[in-house]
């Protein structure tokens, strides 16, 4: 079975400040990982998502996050953040025999504070 | 091309009523994904249709959840009767291949 943790919660960070939101995840089986963000009232987007190939991924909006095999983690990461990112952040596995449904952590609320 | 749409976006309904949630995907999308987040937890899959049949729905929690996607477009999600636990926002996807999942911005249930 498969589960992700989403190792904090809450992070407020200032605004230009780096930011780093951590995902760690266990599986028995190759995966597949995916970071989504939620705005407020919005719908869940897909910043960007590591299938196979490069293991640091580049996203939308600046974000770019590492696949760490050994550590077993998907970390994200953007090295400077405005007030407009301010949202929960969702880390998600998944892989093959899963067909393909997502595994969701709890989120991260990153509040971007001027 | 149009979103992924959920109507109602909120629903506060009694305890013991029924409810229907509505997803439409995007046209052409032949996986149509539910899941629900209960608050303060995850955000967990419900089930996956592929067109109009049920590929999965291991994570539809009894049998009070019924889903239906009728000829292959739209899907429905009632809950009947509604409990308290049942609280929470559900979201749908939809996708033309796998993994490239677009959610649409939920449905808040509230049950009182």
């Known amino acids: 079975a498969q589960s992700v943790t989403q190792l904090d919660s809450q992070v407020p960070v200032f605004e230009e400040a780096p930011v780093e939101l951590r995902c760690n995840y266990s599986s028995s089986v190759s995966v597949y990982l995916f970071w989504y963000v939620q705005y407020p009232n919005q719908g869940l987007q897909l910043l960007l998502k590591?299938?196979?190939?490069?293991?640091l991924v580049k996203g939308i909006n600046g974000f770019e996050a590492e696949f760490n095999k050994s550590q077993t983690s998907f970390h994200l990461r953007k090295p400077s953040v405005h007030i407009s990112d301010t949202a929960e952040y969702f880390c998600a596995v998944s892989d093959e025999g899963s067909n393909y449904k997502l595994t969701f952590g709890k989120g991260t609320l990153l509040t971007v504070n001027p | 091309e149009a979103g992924v749409t959920q109507f109602p976006s909120h629903s506060v309904i009694e305890k013991g009523q029924t409810v229907t949630l509505r997803c439409d995907p995007i046209?052409?999308?032949?996986?149509l994904y539910w899941y629900r987040r209960v608050m303060g937890k995850e955000i967990k899959f419900l089930l996956h249709?592929?067109?109009?049949?049920?590929?999965?729905e291991s994570g539809m929690p009894n049998n009070r959840f019924l889903a239906e996607r009728t000829g292959g477009t739209y899907s429905t999600l009632k809950v009947q009767p509604a409990e308290l636990e049942d609280s929470g926002v559900y979201f749908c996807?939809?996708?033309?291949?796998?993994?490239?999942?677009?959610f649409g911005s939920g449905t808040r249930l509230t049950v009182v």
């Open positions: 249709f592929v067109k109009e049949s049920k590929q999965d």
């Open positions: 590591y299938l196979s190939g490069s293991t």
């Open positions: 046209s052409g999308h032949d996986n």
């Open positions: 996807a939809s996708s033309r291949r796998n993994y490239g999942y677009t």
